[in-house]
């Protein structure tokens, strides 16, 4: 299935058997049809047939053509196929592969949100590849003044060594002091999972990148070393305005203005190169039947779960929540390293993707109705013992749930397997973020 040179293809190979729930041992250079290898050929049906239902149903959204609908397909495959192949692996039922893949694919976070993915696909058709090369020694501005109610804060990232295959970025930061702009040091007081455990985020001045091909880097991003291959594609924004900028986000609440000629956007690929795990300051969230909603503390992951057991069918338990998942935890078949959550739709919470994530906003009562279920795994990898949800959030660019305990407290986090590309960023040049900024009635940003 896998074969090269012998360079770094052993990360590769296990990130593909860790996607496809694939024990370590598991060689993946073998012919597997010639070898008979059920597990492999399961797994190559369950692609295969995941890639066609997903292309039928992007056919059907408007007027969506092939080429659409491929990309799509291949989009959502990135971001599901290993939950889709957990769901699969646990249906003990003697059904065909296809027919688990059908049961899998309507389930609550599995099932394909069409009109973002075909969004997304049809970025691919208005912009263009940007060679690395063309934006090397060059400054591309993070786009916070687009998506702030008050362009009070920008980064920018300048990227140095044009005439290498390797160099170094530079990133700052600045935010609006009165009427000036001042550097800062941006802080966090979020956590992400280091090889000694959980520590604290840490923002570098610097990174590295190495240009792989004209259209594609290993970059090293500001936050915690993370590393990730990079692809860029641009548009021309010349006579267009913020409605105009491609993807699959709501265009509420953003700023009137018609770029001038000379203003570029960047919209960056990035795909880890390795599982990521970051925690939030926000406790678990638990949902009472009525519909009200606090953040609780808890001594461990077993009692987080304890207090979120499934009771019945009419969504009389209480509810651990997580943007738009609502979930509690079924005791049959629970093991010391996993089980199964039942999917909650609550009545009352509706969420909104816009440019730089998203927005859930609630009111009146619930109703809860349940709509699926899911797999969970207790894991424990750099020491820290972590309770993921295998069901990705629609909302949040397909990463999974987690919650673990720091220093004694239950946070809940963030988990993006590697592979899974953030589609989410958006960077201009100085031409269009000047624009942007004296729209906001700004003093200039400082060159």
């Keep these: ?87 699969v692996d646990a249906d003990s039922s003697n059904a065909a592969i296809r027919a688990k893949v059908d049961a899998a694919f309507v389930l609550a976070g599995i099932a394909p949100n069409y009109e973002n993915l075909i969004a997304e696909a049809r970025v691919t058709t208005t912009v263009s590849s940007a060679a690395i090369s063309t934006i090397l020694n060059n400054v591309a501005y993070a786009a916070s003044c687009l998506l702030e109610s008050s362009c009070s804060y920008f980064s920018y990232m300048r990227v140095a060594g044009q005439s290498g295959q390797s160099g170094q970025s530079t990133f700052a930061y600045y935010t609006l002091t009165g009427t000036n702009w001042a550097s800062i040091v941006p802080g966090s007081n979020q956590s992400y999972l280091g090889s000694n455990g959980w ?42 305005t913020v409605a105009d900028i491609p993807g699959a986000w709501s265009k509420e609440n953003l700023k009137a203005i018609t770029f001038p000629v000379g203003s570029i956007l960047y919209l960056p690929r990035l795909t880890s190169v390795a599982d990521y795990y970051t925690l939030s300051s926000d406790r678990p969230l638990t949902c009472i039947p009525s519909g009200s909603c606090n953040q609780n503390t808890f001594a461990s992951i077993d009692d987080l779960i304890s207090a979120h057991l499934t009771a019945g069918t009419s969504g009389v338990s209480n509810h651990l929540s997580w943007l738009d998942l609502d979930l509690t935890f079924d005791t049959p078949n629970a093991t010391t390293t996993g089980g199964t959550v039942t999917l909650w739709k609550n009545s009352r919470v509706t969420c909104t993707k816009r440019i730089n994530g998203y927005s859930c906003l609630g009111s009146g009562p619930s109703t809860y109705s349940k709509i699926g279920s899911a797999p969970y795994e207790i894991r424990t990898v750099n020491g820290e013992r972590i309770l993921l949800i295998l069901t990705p959030s629609n909302w949040d660019q397909g990463r999974n749930p987690i919650y673990s305990m720091r220093a004694g407290v239950m946070y809940t986090g963030k988990f993006s397997p590697a592979g899974m590309t953030d589609t989410s960023s958006l960077y201009f040049n100085r031409t269009a973020m000047d ?9 200039a940003i400082p060159n």
């Design 1 to 87: 299935m896998i074969v090269g040179n012998g360079k770094p293809l052993a990360d590769a190979q296990t990130s593909v058997r860790t996607r496809l729930n694939l024990p370590s041992s598991t060689d993946l250079h073998q012919n597997f049809i010639a070898n008979n290898n059920t597990a492999l050929h399961n797994r190559a049906i369950a692609i295969a047939h995941l890639i066609g239902k997903a292309f039928d149903g992007a056919k059907l959204v408007g007027s969506t053509n092939d080429r659409e609908a491929l990309f799509a397909a291949l989009t959502y495959l990135q971001n599901n196929v290993s939950v889709v192949q957990r769901v």
């Design 199 to 240: 520590a604290s985020y840490q923002y570098s001045s610097t990174g590295t990148y190495t240009i792989v091909n004209p259209n594609l880097a290993l970059a090293q991003g500001p936050a915690n070393g993370q590393t990730y291959l990079s692809t860029v594609m641009q548009l021309d924004l010349a006579g267009k």
């Design 435 to 443: 624009a942007l900024v004296a729209a906001w009635g700004k003093s």
